[in-house]
Each structure stands twice: as structure tokens, then as C-alpha cells.
């Protein structure tokens, strides 16, 4: 998982914090993995790809730090 730092500044000195997550929608995730819905719910189906949370009856969303490390993850094994 990314563990991206934001600097803070607090008076005079600078504090490190983790950012916030971002929650990704379906056209996102999709723009980003370069995949079809169908397809990313099979692989999601067969623990292949990032599940997603329900944020309601028809709303699904994807942490951001997931979606980017599973993108990592397909870049690493196709160097192997």
C-alpha cells in the first residue's frame, strides 16, 4: 500500500502526516486500470484485484492506495 506523507507546517517546524484516503467510483478505477466493469468485478470475484465497499445499495467505491498498488504490483510481475 502507498504510504504517501503530507507535510504540515506547525509554527516553525514541519510535522509529517499520512494523507487522507481517497475513495475512488467505477469510471475512475476503470480510467485508471485500463479495464471494463465486467472485468474488473471477475478478477474481484476470483481475489485477483481490490475489493471494493458499499457506501450505499448502488454505490461501490475502491481506496485509491489499493487501486495504485494493485497497478504496481501487474507493472512488477510483468518485468519478471
Known sequence: MTNEI???EDGDAQVA???PQRLLRLPEVMHRVGLK???IY????????PKS????????VW???EV???VL??????LV
Do not use: T
Not at 471477475?42 to 484485484?49: A, N, P, V
Not at 504490483?73 to 510483468?78: G, M, V
Open 37 to 39: 466493469r465486467s472485468a
Open 73 to 78: 504490483e501487474i507493472a512488477r510481475e510483468s
Open 68 to 70: 495504485e498498488e494493485w
Open 17 to 19: 502526516a499520512p494523507r
Open 53 to 60: 465497499r458499499s457506501l450505499g445499495p448502488k454505490c461501490a
Open 63 to 65: 481506496l485509491e492506495s
Open 6 to 8: 503530507a507535510k504540515i
Open 42 to 49: 471477475q478478477r474481484m470475484s476470483e481475489g485477483r484485484f
